[in-house]
Structure formats: C-alpha cells, structure tokens
C-alpha cells in the first residue's frame, strides 16, 4: 500500500502553493490589531475549506515555504507512517464526514478571506498537501472556525498617527497618547466589539485630561486640530486649556 507522503512527492509539480511563504497571522504583523476587530463570529465543528490557508501563528513556521513546513513537520512521522487507504491507518480522520465527532486543538481564524491556523499546524498542513494531490476533499469537518471583521482603514489610519505623533517636537510627544478599547457584546455564536478611541493629552491643574471618540474619523480631526495648535502656541499648558475649552470639560 503506498504511502500518501509518496503520493504527495509524486504530485508536487503540480501543487501551485508549495514555494509560497508561509504568511504569519495577523497578531504578529499588525500590533494593537485586536483594538480593530469590530465582530467575531465562531463556528464550532464546522466544515472549511482548508485549501485557503495561507498562514499561522506559530513561529515555528514563520518564513518558510509549505514544502519546507510539509517536510520539517516537527512531529514528521505523522506524514511518514500515513496510508493513503485502509482502517489501519488515520487517513480516515483527514476524511471525516460532517456526522464525526468534532476535532479538539483544531482552529482557524478567517480575516478578509485568508485563512491562519491558530491550533492544529501539522493536521492543516498535511491536510492541505492531501487535498492538492487529489487523496482527500479540500473541505474538512469538525473544525472550530472564526470569521474575524476587522476594520483595516481605522488601523491604518491609527499607525499614521502614532508615527506622526512620534515625529512631533519632544514637548509635544511626551504630552500626547492615543488609545482604543473595545466593548465586548456576545450574543449567540457572534462577539461585537464597539470601539472607543481614547486621546490623552496630558495634566491640567494636577488633573489627567482625557478625550473620548465614538468615531475614528472624529478622534483624528480633532487630534490634528490640537497639534496644529500646539504648534503656533508652542506653549502646551494653553493647548490644554483650549482643548478644554473646545470640549467643554472641566
């Protein structure tokens, strides 16, 4: 009987994926991401295409290619010992149907249709590879999936103003911080998340001041309407003051 690591060698030439990197999860290359995450849905022993994996996030795998992470599997005799047909062997779990048992430490988050793996890196690896040779359906069931909204325009705008920010005369840096935290609603299988932008812009008379947006596109006009006024003042004790003013807060 062969084995489905020999079938998968003998198909590679036509497996389109196997010299793409590896792409790391949106957790390691966009800090503070969380912040942006405006909905949440969570899927428990559903059926996923595991063809549109594209990363992970364990670094183990991190700036290799699938072939490469195909072939230094750290557990490799997962792949090695698996028969491509037969009760003796566990390809019967890579062919599972929708009435099985759902598979424990299995999960993959969806962000604008690209998939990571979060548990479960040799299965989806070995699973991805099985499908591209033709041994196994590219759809696998019993997985825990979370579709991740994620607001990409808001975040993008956020790193332009901490770099900004970063770049502003010394007295102005330090006086200055931007936060966001999110309300967390869970109903069903869906967990909302309603973002509050946070700017902190320093003490007036001992006090903290501290200014709260429901809309990004508010925080950052009036954010630069504060350092536009701290640079013609160049004093910040009376930007403070404005600002308090403007907001009427005292």
């Given at each position: 009987?062969?084995?489905?690591?020999?079938?998968?060698?003998?198909?590679?030439?036509t497996i389109s994926f196997k010299d793409d990197l590896m792409l790391r999860h949106p957790d390691i290359t966009t800090p503070d991401h969380y912040k942006f995450i405006t909905?949440?849905?969570t899927y428990d022993n559903t059926k996923f295409d595991i063809s549109t994996v594209v990363g992970t996030l364990h670094p183990r795998y991190y700036d290799q290619t699938w072939l490469e992470c195909l072939l230094n599997l750290k557990r490799s005799s997962y792949l090695d010992r698996l028969r491509c047909s037969g009760d003796h062997s566990s390809i019967l779990y890579y062919q599972a149907d929708s009435k099985d048992r759902a598979k424990e430490h299995w999960t993959i988050d969806v962000y604008d249709e690209k998939a990571y793996i979060v548990e479960g890196n040799h299965r989806t690896i070995i699973s991805k590879f099985l499908a591209a040779a033709g041994i196994i359906q590219k759809e696998q069931f019993g997985i825990t999936?979370?579709?991740i909204t994620f607001n990409k325009s808001a975040y993008r705008a956020y790193t332009k103003l901490d770099n900004f920010i970063k770049s502003l005369p010394k007295i102005i840096q330090d006086e200055i911080e931007i936060n966001v935290a999110c309300e967390k609603i869970e109903k069903l299988n869906i967990t909302h998340y309603?973002?509050?932008?946070f700017l902190y812009i320093g003490y007036y008379?001992?006090?903290?001041?501290k200014v709260s947006f429901s809309s990004f596109l508010e925080f950052k006009k009036e954010l630069f309407l504060l350092i536009r006024k701290a640079y013609k003042t160049h004093r910040w004790y009376l930007i403070l003051e404005q600002t308090i003013k403007f907001f009427n807060m005292k």
């Open positions: 009987m062969k084995l489905c690591k020999e079938k998968i060698l003998e198909a590679m030439e909905k949440v849905e999936v979370n579709y309603k973002p509050t932008y008379k001992a006090t903290p001041v």
